[in-house]
């Protein structure tokens, strides 16, 4: 169980165009779901955390306005980047996290989607 | 964010143990982990230890948490090439909507 999908795997889009990724949980309903972003050879950083049927949370830094974040049910969010630029190629991972599942905070995540822009 | 600090690589023979060691800042966590992240692929976790034990010893994998010097460390004993692969420790403060992570170790393990 706790298995979390993400679509596209890859990717590869045009400088100026909009870019969806989705973030699945496949047999549990996340409460809360983060959106994180690897560069190469780097650590995580996280972008913002949402909560379904609210306004995704942003860190300092992230521009809420190019990374659209959408989580409008307990199964799925969505990360949009828009009018995307060669910078904004990465990989981008998304976890999910179920209330009360375990009693370790645990996140699960998702197998990561390769961005690149040309 | 917190800052969470690893030795960025880690070269070890088959069937020698690895050490992988972390360092963190925020005295508040709650629960620190280690993830594995084979390339291309998303996080897997390998195990977690709560803040009020000093020890944790899973199979292969030995967990110790210093919690004076904030020094956690990942003992895996009898690599395999298996193992080769980055390695992230990461840390949860009370609130545990943030979770902060090292830089993460590339293991390297040579046959």
């Known amino acids: 169980g706790a298995v979390v999908s993400q679509h596209p795997s890859w990717v590869i889009c045009k400088s100026g165009t909009s870019v969806k990724i989705e973030c699945r949980s496949l047999?549990?309903?996340?409460?809360?779901m983060f959106w994180y972003r690897q560069f190469p050879k780097q650590s995580l950083m996280l972008m913002a955390t949402?909560?379904?049927?609210?306004?995704?949370?942003?860190e300092q830094g992230v521009e809420k306005d190019k990374f659209l974040i959408n989580h409008a049910s307990l199964t799925l969010s969505t990360l949009t980047v828009t009018s995307a630029h060669p910078e904004d190629s990465s990989f981008y991972i998304c976890?999910?996290?179920?209330?009360?599942?375990?009693?370790?905070?645990?996140?699960?995540f998702g197998p990561g989607t390769r961005l690149t822009v040309l | 964010g917190e800052d969470v600090e690893q030795s960025l690589f880690l070269s070890v023979r088959e069937g020698d143990s690895s050490v992988i060691n972390c360092t963190y800042t925020?005295?508040?966590?709650?629960?620190l982990y280690w993830y594995k992240q084979e390339p291309g692929a998303g996080l897997q976790l390998l195990t977690y230890?709560?803040?009020?034990?000093d020890m944790k010893q899973d199979q292969r994998l030995t967990v110790l948490l210093n919690k004076k010097d904030k020094h956690l460390s990942l003992r895996i004993a009898d690599t395999q090439t298996g193992d080769s692969a980055i390695y992230f420790c990461?840390?949860?403060?009370?609130?545990?909507?943030?979770?902060?992570f090292g830089s993460g170790t590339k293991l390297n393990v040579k046959p």
């Open positions: 976890s999910a996290h179920q209330s009360g599942r375990s009693s370790y905070n645990e996140q699960f």
């Open positions: 047999d549990f309903q996340a409460t809360t």
């Open positions: 949402s909560n379904e049927g609210s306004k995704a949370t942003y």
């Open positions: 925020d005295s508040s966590s709650t629960y």
């Open positions: 230890i709560f803040s009020n034990m």
């Open positions: 990461a840390e949860s403060p009370y609130n545990f909507n943030k979770f902060y």
